[in-house]
């Protein structure tokens, strides 16, 4: 045991810090193998440079644009990982606001030099060439503080470097009184919430929205003339044909849209300019208005500057409002897949009235089986945004005094819902909607053996005579028409003529 220590204790001897005496027992050299490289050594020392907050020194990355707040920040939340990320969506309507602050504040008398960097690396950040920038997670402080100024150090840095300074310096751009100026994080993390959830709605959402619309849409047309019985309670109800069936979904995903598109309004509204409680102290008179008419001009979305800052701050009414409508697309997506899969269920002991595209195997087991892949994907997504609404729910309730303080984690959701939704009604359609076909075999067999067929008799004979031949024909295993005549209520030729599933589509 002693032989152990002392082995231990020479050991570390051997590899204390460069310049020490030799370990006894070792000539020169033995100690210099056992001592990093000077280049390893000059890598270990430089890999970091010093930079400062209101609390203090701090190590940044040398190959890191972010500074110390931002180190700061990954310190005190480390919370979730990588995946818990602010979204970069957020980020790069950041990189969008902050270019089109420096715009207006160079009007106002912001040194153009100065401006210039600024509106650059801001370019390059809504372009997405600094994403590697921005660590922190959405877990963090309330108001996105802390990504404001993650912001705010990546653009300062940036355009430092581009004016040939020294990264961490601060000069000649400073992230707080230039690239930060007129503002506070209270109303730019709101501004850019409002900025990407537009983008996200207009990129992602309605046009997967309008994909799956038309593809619907078509066949609704394609299967305008399949006459199929309907279902109520999932009992056999009356028939109706597969295309008024499938005019159901269409019209369910167009109200989607307009819903969603309902909500923009107020999205559009941003709360730049209000700084820190909503009455735009440090800015200047005009300076919301201008930045809210940049900000549409380089997104070409119609943004205006909020009507009331305090309401922009304290509440985020307009992401549940967009959150709702989205809510409200999951429920209508979910009803169409679940009815697309049960349609299609079988091949041989389901309903199999359509025959869906078959993408891929469905068991490890069970071999030739093909699940409805796509049907539960989709489904799932709008349990997901279901989640997510109810998040955003909690949070856009939670607005204390003259400031939110969910704010990262409310358009996380938004984002994240609205990117589902987009994603999963493109690849419901491509991979599903598009490829159904009608099984008109099967769907012939079971409307000429339902049961409801009977309700076109009730106008000639009565509601009761009616019910009594269904029920009679059901305990007996017999034909509506054999039944009916059994029972004295009409002739062959009557039934015949009253009941034609044709002439039971709608009013006469």
């Known amino acids: 045991m002693y032989r152990a220590v002392r082995l231990l204790a020479r050991s570390r001897r051997?590899?204390?810090?460069?310049?020490?005496?030799?370990?006894?027992?070792?000539?020169?050299?033995?100690?210099l193998l056992l001592r990093p490289p000077d280049a390893a050594r000059m890598a270990s020392q430089n890999s970091f440079r010093i930079e400062f907050d209101t609390f203090g020194e701090l190590k940044v990355p040398n190959d890191k644009y972010y500074g110390a707040q931002t180190v700061r920040s990954t310190m005190n939340f480390k919370i979730g990982g990588v995946t818990e990320r602010m979204p970069i969506p957020v980020i790069k309507a950041f990189g969008?606001?902050?270019?089109?602050a420096a715009e207006v504040n160079q009007d106002?008398?912001?040194?153009?030099k100065i401006a210039e960097a600024i509106m650059k690396a801001a370019d390059e950040v809504a372009e997405g060439k600094l994403n590697d920038h921005f660590p922190l997670v959405v877990w963090q402080t309330g108001s996105g503080t802390q990504t404001n100024m993650n912001v705010n150090?990546?653009?300062?840095?940036?355009a430092i470097e581009m004016l040939g300074g020294e990264l961490g310096s601060k000069k000649p751009v400073h992230p707080n009184d230039h690239v930060n100026k007129s503002q506070s994080s209270n109303d730019t993390f709101p501004t850019a919430m409002h900025i990407a959830a537009a983008i996200e709605v207009h990129e992602v959402l309605l046009p997967g929205l309008q994909k799956l619309h038309d593809a619907l849409h078509a066949k609704s047309k394609e299967f305008a003339q399949i006459i199929k019985i309907g279902r109520t309670h999932t009992q056999d109800a009356v028939p109706l044909t597969l295309g008024q069936e499938f005019s159901g979904y269409v019209q369910q995903v167009k109200y989607a849209m307009t819903r969603i598109k309902a909500a923009m309004p107020r999205i559009y509204e941003l709360a730049a300019g209000g700084t820190a409680v909503g009455t735009g102290l440090n800015t200047r008179i005009g300076f919301a208005e201008k930045v809210a008419a940049k900000v549409a001009a380089l997104t070409g979305l119609p943004f205006v500057t909020a009507p009331n800052k305090f309401e922009a701050l304290a509440a985020h009414d307009a992401l549940v409002e967009l959150s709702g409508a989205m809510n409200t697309t999951a429920c209508s997506l979910m009803k169409i897949a679940n009815d697309i899969r049960f349609l299609g269920s079988g091949p041989?002991?389901?309903?199999?009235e359509l025959i869906l595209p078959e993408n891929e195997p469905g068991s490890s087991i069970m071999p030739g089986k093909v699940n409805p892949t796509q049907c539960e994907a989709l489904t799932m997504v709008a349990a997901q945004v279901m989640g997510n609404h109810v998040a955003v729910t909690v949070g856009g309730s939670n607005g204390h005094f003259e400031l939110n303080v969910f704010k990262p984690m409310m358009i996380k959701n938004v984002l994240h819902s609205a990117r589902l939704l987009g994603d999963a009604a493109v690849s419901f359609t491509e991979n599903c909607v598009m490829g159904i076909q009608a099984n008109t075999e099967r769907i012939s067999k079971l409307m000429s053996e339902s049961l409801m067929l009977v309700t076109a008799l009730n106008p000639h004979i009565g509601y009761d005579k009616a019910a009594k031949i269904a029920k009679?024909?059901?305990?007996?295993?017999?034909?509506?028409?054999?039944?009916?005549?059994?029972?004295?209520?009409?002739?062959?030729?009557?039934?015949?003529?009253?009941?034609?599933?044709?002439?039971?589509?709608?009013?006469?």
């Open 153 to 158: 150090e990546v653009i300062s840095n940036r």
């Open 472 to 508: 009679t024909a059901h305990k007996n295993g017999s034909t509506l028409k054999a039944t009916a005549i059994e029972l004295g209520y009409l002739t062959a030729e009557q039934f015949d003529e009253w009941v034609k599933p044709k002439d039971m589509l709608g009013p006469k």
């Open 96 to 100: 969008i606001l902050k270019r089109a």
């Open 14 to 31: 051997l590899v204390r810090a460069p310049g020490s005496a030799s370990a006894p027992g070792l000539g020169e050299a033995a100690v």
């Open 108 to 112: 106002y008398g912001l040194d153009s």
């Open 348 to 352: 041989r002991s389901g309903l199999g």
